[in-house]
C-alpha cells in the first residue's frame, strides 16, 4: 500500500505517544516548517507531520531536500523531552538509529549510519535526519524531528548530479515498498529508542549506533566550522560527538561538521 492515510497508518500502530495524532498533507512547504508551527500552538508530544510532496523539503545546512510526490517519506515528529538543551544532540543519534532499524526492518537492507545525520546504501545517500529545537533559556520546549526517506523514488527521473549521490529502497531491491507499513515501523523504531533516551542511559542507543555506523576505527577527514580535521573514529560521546584520534595520539571531540572517509592519511 503506497497511498499515504491517517486511518491506513493508524490501522494496528503499536506505539503509546508516537502518531497518536497523524496531521497528513498532500502538499507543504515543508514537515518541519508545518511541525514547528503546531508545536508553538501547543501541539503534544507525538503528533507526527506527514506530507506526500514537499515544496521544499529542508536538509541540514540550509540545503534542500529533493521531496517528489508520491514515493517517500517526508514525516516530522514532535517531541517534548524533559531534558536541558545541551543534553538534546544525542536525540539525532537515536533517531538515526530507529530510522536504519525501520528500514532494515522493512527491506531487509543493511543502511549504514554515516554520522551525524544520513544515512547511506551502497555508499548512496537514502535518508535524512534534520532536527530543530526550541528552548526556553536551558530547557528544551520541543524538539522536531524531520525524518526523509527515500522509499520509491526512481533515479533516472532525477538530474545526474542527485543520481550519483543518492538511492532509494526500490533502487536498491528492484521493487516497491510500502510506504505506510515503513512508516509505522518507523514510528514505533523511534518510540522505542526515544523511551531508551528518556532512561538518561545513553549505552544502547551508542551500542546501536556503532553497529550501524561501521565507522569506528575508519581514518576520515572532517570540515568543521572552515576547519579540516583529519583523525580515525574513536567512536561517539554520550552527548552525540563524534570522537577522534589525532595522528599523535590525542583526542578531538567534535560536535558537528562533513565527514568523509579516506583511504589513508595524506
Not at 190 to 219: A, D, H, N
Amino acid at each position: 500500500m503506497n497511498t499515504l492515510s491517517p486511518r491506513s497508518i493508524k490501522a494496528n500502530l503499536k506505539t503509546r505517544t508516537i502518531g497518536k495524532k497523524i496531521h497528513l498533507f498532500g502538499q507543504l512547504d515543508s514537515t518541519n516548517s508545518e511541525a514547528y508551527r503546531i508545536a508553538l500552538g501547543g501541539a503534544e508530544e507525538g503528533e507526527v507531520v506527514v506530507a506526500d510532496h514537499q515544496l521544499r523539503g529542508k536538509g541540514r545546512l540550509g540545503r534542500p531536500w529533493l521531496s517528489p510526490p508520491g514515493v517517500n517519506l517526508y514525516v516530522s515528529i514532535i517531541l517534548r523531552p524533559p531534558i536541558a538543551a545541551r543534553n538534546a544532540s544525542l536525540i539525532t543519534i537515536m533517531a538515526a538509529v530507529a530510522t536504519a532499524k525501520a528500514m532494515k526492518g522493512i527491506s531487509g537492507l543493511q543502511p549504514r549510519i554515516k554520522w551525524p545525520n544520513d544515512l547511506l546504501i551502497n555508499n548512496k545517500k537514502v535518508a535524512g535526519l534534520l532536527n530543530e529545537m526550541k528552548c526556553t533559556e536551558d530547557k528544551v520546549e520541543f524538539v522536531i524531528l524531520g525524518i526523509g526517506i527515500n522509499v520509491n523514488m526512481t533515479l533516472t527521473t532525477v538530474s545526474e548530479e542527485i543520481r550519483s549521490i543518492a538511492t532509494s529502497l526500490r533502487e536498491e531491491l528492484g521493487y516497491d515498498i510500502s510506504r505506510v507499513e515503513l512508516l509505522k515501523t518507523l514510528l514505533q523504531e523511534v518510540e522505542g529508542e526515544y523511551r531508551t533516551f528518556l532512561t538518561g542511559e545513553p549505552e544502547p542507543i551508542l551500542r546501536q549506533w556503532e553497529q550501524f555506523s561501521q565507522m569506528v576505527g575508519k581514518l576520515v577527514e572532517m570540515r568543521s566550522f572552515h576547519e579540516v580535521i583529519r583523525g580515525r573514529v574513536k567512536g561517539i560521546d554520550s552527548d552525540g560527538s563524534l570522537l577522534l584520534s589525532n595522528p599523535d595520539g590525542s583526542e578531538r571531540r567534535v560536535i558537528a561538521g562533513d565527514v568523509s572517509q579516506l583511504e589513508e592519511l595524506p
